[in-house]
């Protein structure tokens, strides 16, 4: 379930910074597979491939992992 929600976050963060799922691939240096595969919740990303992916969407990483958190 936590892995689901993570991957809600990751998509709706990129679509909320204005990002195809091609766009974010090329600046995190991955396939659109794997991407997707996050996207979905079939892949579990590693915390270093995290950091990159809040990095590029320019939030905090706390905030794309605060996943099943109160607020």
């Known amino acids: 379930m936590e892995n689901d929600q993570l991957a809600q976050r990751i998509r709706a ?3 909320l910074k ?3 799922q091609q766009q974010l691939a090329e600046r995190l240096s991955v396939s659109v597979a794997v991407l997707g595969s996050l996207e979905r919740g079939t892949r579990k990303p590693d915390p270093k491939l995290l950091a990159n ?9 706390d905030e794309l992992t605060q996943v099943g958190k109160a607020h």
């Open 13 to 15: 963060f990129r679509k």
């Open 18 to 20: 204005g990002f195809t």
């Open 53 to 61: 992916i809040a990095e590029t969407l320019g939030i905090d990483y």
